[in-house]
């Protein structure tokens, strides 16, 4: 069997024991997401020789002859959000249920119940960059806002660690066989090349009680990631476009007990050449460059295109329903549910994310780390992990300050 170059450390990846994790719930002190933006080096070289390929194929009257400088001008995108510059740091809903209201009246208790246990069924997540990346090709252009020259953007991937085990990984790259529509449309598309997932180690229950997913009361777990990808440029007619969506991709699994090996994984690796057992839908315009102009040093004035800012956004979103087994027995799982209550204050739980992203040199791809974890655990061990400055707190006079005693900047 011959694997990708690329896929070859993910493939070691797949085949390595993970080590059992607390599920969602329970007592792990943070969960670690990353966020993988992959660049290459060689991708340019590969669209070209596809757009000599197209010119041989078509001759020079074809469609493969589109000039690369045109702008999107006709191009109908949808306006998105932009996310906070610098760190993020803000309460998160992770899905804590009013358990507290089972305790009611006898005839309202299933119903309470039902609703409850749906509500557990459901958790999403969002991540993404920090800070803006600024370059989606390696150079300017002096050809137009489109050229593809130089373009090292080549695929995005996500990991989920609890602890120092890795529960949760996906990696996706620019789809080589059809390289022909960056060239034609100035439109890349995704496919999957790696996945693992673990329902034991979802985060499903959606709950703060110590519950264990377990397909004897849960079954249809479903795990669906969306990748959205943004960018902002100036354009030779002087318009302004300001975080411009320009695609989006989804990726739906379905999983059932059928699917998992003996330690309750999905693992997954795309075969070279073959085409992925998962398809991830969708689509994205490359990243248009932004106009500008200069004076070269005998005055004349000439015009260049920038090297591509972008965003990317992931969203994780995990699902499942309830099995007929398991509502037969709701009032075993009613009273196990309060016997927890008095003792342990897990509705009371508030949790934090925390946000920060660095360039790999040696991997030559953007990771984005996001650590969610309960507000007394998301303290400076943490934010010192991803290299942040130390969490703000407020003082009874009500002036920020750091919590190593130093000023908040502004």
Not at 82 to 102: E, F, K, P, R
Not at 227 to 243: C, K
Request: charged share 25%; aromatic share 10%.
């Amino acid at each position: 069997m011959k694997v990708h170059p690329i896929l070859f450390i993910m493939l070691i990846l797949a085949s390595v024991r993970v080590s059992a994790q607390s599920p969602a719930g329970t007592t792990s002190e943070s969960t670690e997401y990353q966020t993988f933006i992959y660049t290459s080096n060689t991708l340019s070289d590969e669209i070209r020789r596809e757009n000599d390929r197209l010119l041989s194929l078509y001759g020079m009257e074809g469609e493969a002859t589109r000039g690369f400088g045109s702008d999107l001008l006709s191009a109908t995108l949808n306006a998105g959000k932009s996310m906070a510059s610098g760190y993020i740091t803000s309460v998160v809903d992770l899905g804590v249920n009013a358990i507290a209201s089972l305790a009611t009246r006898n005839s309202r208790l299933k119903k309470e119940w039902e609703e409850t246990v749906e509500k557990e069924n459901s958790w999403s997540m969002a991540l993404g960059t920090v800070d803006e990346i600024k370059d989606f090709y390696s150079g300017t252009s002096a050809e137009g806002a489109l050229d593809p020259a130089g373009m090292k953007f080549d695929g995005i991937g996500c990991l989920k660690k609890e602890g120092e085990d890795t529960v949760f990984f996906i990696s996706c790259h620019i789809d080589r066989s059809r390289l022909y529509r960056i060239i034609n449309h100035s439109k890349f598309e995704l496919v999957l090349d790696t996945l693992i997932i673990s329902p034991e180690h979802s985060n499903l229950p959606n709950s703060r009680l110590p519950i264990d997913f377990s397909f004897v009361q849960r079954k249809d777990f479903r795990l669906k990631v969306e990748m959205e990808l943004f960018s902002s440029w100036y354009t030779e007619l002087i318009e302004l476009h300001t975080d411009e969506l320009l695609g989006k991709f989804t990726l739906d699994v379905p999983v059932q007990p059928s699917d998992l090996d003996e330690e309750g994984y999905l693992r997954y690796v795309r075969r070279q050449g073959e085409p992925s057992r998962y398809r991830i839908s969708g689509e994205s315009f490359i990243v248009p460059r932004s106009y500008t102009g200069y004076r070269d040093r005998s005055g004349t004035y000439r015009r260049i295109w920038g090297t591509g800012q972008y965003r990317l956004s992931i969203s994780l979103n995990e699902s499942c329903s309830i099995t007929d087994d398991f509502r037969k027995e709701w009032k075993k799982d009613y009273r196990y549910r309060k016997s927890l209550l008095p003792e342990e204050k897990f509705t009371d739980t508030v949790w934090k994310t925390v946000s920060g992203q660095k360039w790999d040199e040696i991997g030559q791809k953007w990771i984005i780390t996001t650590l969610s974890a309960p507000a007394g655990v998301a303290t400076d061990r943490l934010l010192d992990k991803i290299g942040l400055p130390p969490a703000v707190e407020q003082t009874a006079a009500g002036t920020a300050t750091a919590a190593s005693g130093y000023p908040n900047r502004k």
